[in-house]
């Protein structure tokens, strides 16, 4: 093994996934000497409520979390001039690379599309979680990375279980992605399941859902298909090279799906679905949308049960694969973020042949 | 864009998948160019009954296909002085990259390995579609290939409509995957369909596949799970560092599946499936199987039905993700050949971190 190299990261949010990451980057630590020759250190982390915490040295992860879990400040790992906000924090980090999961609206990407921008305009590689900011700005944020020859990377926007943007970014080169289905909602397809197998109606599937942590206090974004419009959004964008908004996508929810038609359909052997959908039209343009569908059980998509998440690619090479994510959670999300780091470091942001 | 680069490549084999390759090349010639910057020259063509064309300023492959598909010989086609045999075709041909397919044994992976060696030996990047080298030789073969600075991928050897060699090498950094359980081959799987759905037996569901073409006249390596094995193997060594034979695999195969026995297990809600499973044992060592296995129909691979195959990874980052392909051919297969050949341009070859 030759000499080892040293990366220096910056986590800016330290919730669930935050955590998660740190949690991943200490137990692969070992993984990433011995078989990358790498040193990933923490040179400093954001947080809303418990401050920030800057060291060039490294910060100890390990104390990070103890403090944020025991509800403590990060502060006194901090090391120099204070720093006042975010912005700050971004401005007097010395990271090469940023992991991007502060709290976000997925109405406009804001505050991480901002941050993200100052990052990469810093000459630094950027991942992010965030959905917003790559629904709503992905080719600024791609030509700004490119103008600075670094990375910007986000497999973990759409199924935080399963690597959908390397799958088609590597394994499916000069492709053509003619249509693509999924259920990116685990809330959602919780209720939907739950409504069929123990036929409850909306209201009690989703309040059971709330009572064990699936769907949050507000599920407006989920049942009502936004959280699923950014993805759909998203995918097209990426995959099809569309140019559309989640407006745009004009999502249907499930909000005032009657159990009566649940099981009717039931009945009918047919399984209803949030289906996400994106195709291209003959005229070239990405049609998209977000509804419930009533799908043949036969449907590689009406299998999907519970909280797993599924996405089904139609191409002109590989006619028809579909890509299932079991188990979710933000472990998941923080190893998507962690082979994102990989795949910077291995040159994957370049797709050009050479 | 940039100067457009040239690859010169060499088709040895021009049977289904060689002459599948050869019209998605000619299909793709404007995206390779447009977006890659790539001109793709064909300058080799060997084949077993239709002799050898060597052209280093590049043979026309519509003629090629044309003559093959007319029974007709490639030897017009042919600048230079004769070539006698493969071997002679090797030593002859200047091309950078060999695309290679031709028939070979799935008990030694000859002669395809030596043809390999012997392409790698001489500096030129493989790709192949053949299980037997990749089975056999795969660490000789990659440091063979890492020795000589080239390419060496092999994606289409499982699962010829989805592209696993790659999710795992790009998508799954540093992941350890504990289990690998599987479906590869697709005769056996539209068998056991076919009897579970159509109520017929084993000999009879036989005799309707081999009607309409989908198992072979001598169809022993499929039902007796060899096809099967030679896969297992070489995810067990791809994925999981063993190294594993087909014959440590011993597979177990369908021939003697009773036609009651499907009936039954499906009366219990089951499915009977030839599961191919490669398992981390405790000690560290991989124990691989392939076995006829009844499966509740929750699990994702009980789902898979006729001709379609399947493949689901258990990772200590990702927990459970499932691949399923619909549709394979020797039109998939050779774009996994193709994804390859741009893969090993973009460097895709080189794992390491820089």
């Given amino acids: 093994m030759a000499e080892l190299k040293n990366l220096n990261v910056a986590l800016l949010g330290f919730g669930n996934v935050g955590r998660a990451l740190g949690e991943l980057l ?35 992860v390990k104390a990070a979390l103890e403090a944020v879990r025991s509800g403590q400040p990060l502060t006194p790992l901090h090391h120099g ?55 709503f700005a992905l080719r600024t944020l791609r030509m700004l990375a490119e103008q600075k020859g670094v990375g910007f990377m986000h497999e973990a926007t759409v199924m935080g279980g399963a690597p959908v943007m390397s799958l088609v970014r590597e394994s499916m080169p000069a492709a053509t992605i003619r249509r693509v289905r999924g259920i990116f909602n685990s809330t959602t397809n919780y209720i939907l399941s ?56 004009n999502p249907v929810g499930i909000r005032d799906l009657a159990l009566e038609t649940v099981q009717q359909r039931a009945g009918e052997g047919k399984r209803i679905r949030l289906i996400c959908e ?12 977000v509804a419930p569908q009533a799908l043949p059980q036969s449907d ?31 472990d998941t999300t923080a190893y998507g973020m962690f082979a994102d780091m990989l795949n910077i470091l291995r040159g994957r942001h370049h797709t050009a042949v050479h």
Same sequence: chains 1, 2.
Avoid: C
């Fill in 26 to 60: 200490l137990r692969k630590a070992g993984t990433l000497r011995d078989e990358y020759g790498l040193v990933v250190r923490v040179v400093g982390i954001s947080t809303g409520r418990h401050g920030h915490a800057i060291n060039p040295a490294g910060i100890p």
């Fill in 81 to 135: 001039a204070p720093v006042a906000d975010t912005a700050g924090f971004l401005a007097a980090t010395s990271a090469d690379l940023l992991f991007e999961t502060s709290p976000t609206s997925i109405t406009d990407g804001q505050p991480s599309l901002s941050y993200i921008t100052a990052a990469l305009t810093k000459g630094m590689h950027v991942v992010t979680a965030n959905k917003g900011p790559v629904a």
């Fill in 194 to 249: 739950s409504m069929e197998q123990d036929n409850v109606t909306f209201e009690q599937a989703l309040h059971a859902a709330q009572e064990i942590g699936i769907a949050e206090t507000d599920p407006t974004l989920d049942i009502d298909g936004w959280d699923s419009a950014v993805k759909t959004a998203i995918v097209a964008n990426v995959f099809m090279g569309a140019s559309l908004t989640p407006q745009d996508v």
């Fill in 278 to 289: 994106a195709v291209r039209q003959p005229d070239g343009t990405v049609r998209a949308s």
């Fill in 300 to 330: 590689a998509l009406a299998q999907i049960v519970g909280r797993n998440n599924v996405i089904d690619f139609e191409t002109d090479t590989l006619h028809r694969i579909t890509l299932i994510e079991h188990s979710a959670g933000p």
